[in-house]
């Protein structure tokens, strides 16, 4: 009897990058089976609408302002929400005149987007009103004088009520 090992030989790489290259298409095939009866992935994070109508009811009531003063444009410039669990949504209306922002309006329980001046203690330009709003706190964040972002934050009111 012969207690020798007979070595075998090993797989050739060139099975081993076919096998490899099989297993990549077929796992891009499944991927696009799967983004087809699918659809692609919902958003997440702050999403851009074209309107405050467009806001959907998860990101929470949205609030338009019923009045203006005459310098701010209306439509707004601006309108996001948060989509993929929590709930946001901001407004930015832009002055006629220099098409700069000049007023957010927003709620949400979930940081505001980066544009928003959230911190304008330190900036005399800017000023943060909030208040309840029903279920939500609202938060104005405005270049307006004082008397004129009160006016609109006590103005607020759903979307599709008045303008």
Do not use: C, K, N
């Amino acid at each position: 009897m012969d207690d020798r090992v007979t070595p075998r030989p090993g797989v050739p790489l060139r099975r081993l990058l076919a096998a490899a290259a099989w297993t990549v298409a077929l796992g891009g095939l499944l991927a696009g089976v799967d983004r087809f009866a699918l659809g692609p992935d919902p958003p997440r994070g702050w999403t851009a609408v074209a309107t405050a109508e467009a806001v959907p009811e998860g990101a929470g009531p949205a609030l338009v302002p019923a009045y203006l003063p005459e310098e701010l444009a209306w439509p707004p410039a601006a309108v996001h929400y948060w989509a993929g669990g929590g709930r946001g949504w901001w407004i930015e209306v832009r002055s006629r005149s220099e098409g700069l922002p000049w007023l957010y309006v927003g709620s949400g329980d979930r940081p505001a987007p980066a544009a928003v001046p959230l911190a304008p203690e330190g900036d005399p330009e800017w000023r943060r009103l909030s208040r309840q709003v029903g279920t939500q706190v609202v938060v104005v964040v405005t270049r307006l004088p004082a008397g004129e972002a009160l006016r609109v934050l006590d103005g607020l009111e759903p979307v599709g009520a008045g303008r």
